[in-house]
Every structure is written in C-alpha cells, then in structure tokens.
C-alpha cells in the first residue's frame, strides 16, 4: 500500500517535494496546503507542472484538506522557528497524521524550549503521530553525518565540522538570508533580531552531543558579515564591493575539555566549497566532500527520503538518530 502523503507549504522546497514524491512508486500525493489565495484550489500538478490526479488539490488550511483527503504523513516546509512550527503542526498531530518538517529549530528543540518540546512530545504520543525535523543543514551535512562517521572510534576528543557554500549556485532567497547586498552594520543588527542568517547552527551542535551522551557547557555563537572584496553579479542580485556577501558562523562548546566545533561559511563566489568533519579520535577520522552537498537538493531529497523510515519509529518527536541510517527511498 502507499504511502499517502500531503504536502504543507508551497514555496520553492514544497514544489521540489511534490516532484520528487511523485517519482517515488511507495507514495501517493493527496494534497496541499498553503496560505497564498492564488494557490489555494489549484490541483498540485498544475503547480509543480506534472502529472497528477485532478483532485490532489490546494487547501487553506489542513482541516480543509482532512475534509477531502487523509494523508499519512505531512511534509511541512513553511516555517524555521519552533513556536510557529508547533502552532501548525498540533492541528495535524490531533488528526494523528505525521510529519516530516524542515524546521530548523525541530532538529533539536530541547535545547531552547525543552518544556515546550516535552509537551509536543507527549501530545504527538497521545495521539500516535510521528514528528521528525530535518534537512540537509540542519539535519545531516552538520550533525548526522558526523555523528555517523564517530561510529567507527574507540574515543573521541573532538569535534571540528565545517560547511562552505557557494551561494551564487543557490536560489535567490537563500542569497537574500546570508544578506547579499547589505552594509555590515544592517547586517548584524537584523541578525540580532532574528531576521536574516543560517537557523540551527546551534541545535546541530547540541544533537551531536546530545548523542554521544555529552553534557556540554555553554555554547558561545558569533556571526559575522563576509564583506565583498570586489563587485559580485549573481543570477538574481548584484553586491558591490564593501557589502555583505554572506556569513561566517560559528558554535563552539565543550564537554570534559572535548570541544565541539561548528563553522559554516556561506557566500557569494565562495572558493573551495566542501563539507568536512575533523574527528580527533581513536582511529581519527577525517571526512572531506568536495564540493560540497547541495543544499535546496538536498533538502528536498532528505525530507522524502525519511518519510518511510520515520514510519518504523514509535510515536513521538523524533530526532534524527531516533531513526534507522539515513539512505535514499
């Protein structure tokens, strides 16, 4: 029997899902949520521009759509705060559907609201309904992999993983989010307020040691703007030189004087993008992906390939290592 699944939220990742769930031959598309007035009542193929049946369509809301169609699982790629995250997601939890979100602070919310977490949890148990937050940053490239990769050490030491990503190969609101375009100080003070930069650097921080049973200290986190060194043309934006291109971020903590160390560096024209993970181990691991992950892609790819896997799970807000290895589906 398929998988029937609803997919909430119909931006640029949503539609991405629906194409990707369409060519998995385990599920079936049902229907869609989003607040825009001219998506809603649309059918879903007519917006991701495939085939698919008339009656998966577009609704307002998820009791709208419970109405017409029950799906098994939700996609939720609409927010990444946990507070509004939970506002959207409890209706569906009720209903007893599950859900694999692309909320950032989902990866790991016990670290910021571990009573609000606690609850959430308990209500998706009451009502045998499975959450899951994920994605390729947070979500794998940051946490899971190298959570993996320490699978093959005796002791570990420590910790040092690095993401660097050229935005000029992204979409333009990830270029927006790293403040192309910018001067510096209009950087730093919006990403005080929590308006612009990377969602769940610090979370990745606490799932890894979180699950290498490591009590850490305080996590110090700074954020800085790259400055452009010279004029940058994009696809979509046009930084001259002296503004911000993109963001240095970092989260450091320690555990017993076994530090763990997060830096993401994403900008425009970025050279030498990789994902590494340094793990000062007995063996040590040193992990490097050339490149790196491409992060709208990827995303994409992780959400629908959890969704099977999130179904073998017992009720409750799952985290990533709460799941069987990560695979494609």
Known sequence: MKVRIAQF????????????????????????????????????????????????????????????????????????????????????????VNVVSSCEELIFPQLKAAAAAKAFDELCRKHNARVLGTGVNPGFVMDTLAICLTGVCRAVEKIEITRVVNASLRRLPLQKKIGSG??????????????????GLVESLALVAHSLGWQIGPITETCEPVIATRDIQTKFITVTKGLTCGIHHRAEASADAKPISLDLQMYLDA?????????????????????????????????????????????????MTDLPVPRVS
């Open 182 to 199: 910018l001067a510096p100080d209009e950087f730093r003070a919006l990403f005080r307020e929590g308006k612009i930069g990377h969602v």
């Open 271 to 319: 050279e030498n993008p990789r994902d590494a993970v340094t793990i000062t181990a007995d063996p040590p691991v040193e992990s490097v992906i050339h490149g790196g992950v491409h992060g709208d892609r990827a995303t994409v790819a992780v959400l629908v390939n959890s969704v099977p896997r999130l179904l073998q799970t017992a009720p409750g807000l799952r985290l």
């Open 9 to 96: 939220g119909l931006g640029s990742i949503g539609v991405e899902c629906l194409r990707l769930v369409a060519e998995k031959p385990w599920a079936e598309l049902v229907g869609g949520v989003d607040i825009d007035p001219k998506k809603i009542g649309r059918p879903l193929g007519a917006i991701a521009g495939i085939a698919l049946p008339e009656t998966a369509r577009v609704h307002g809301t998820f009791e709208e759509l419970l109405r017409v169609a029950r799906p098994d699982v939700v996609l939720h790629t609409a927010v990444s705060r946990f507070p509004q995250a939970v506002a959207q997601l409890e209706p569906i939890v009720r209903a007893g």
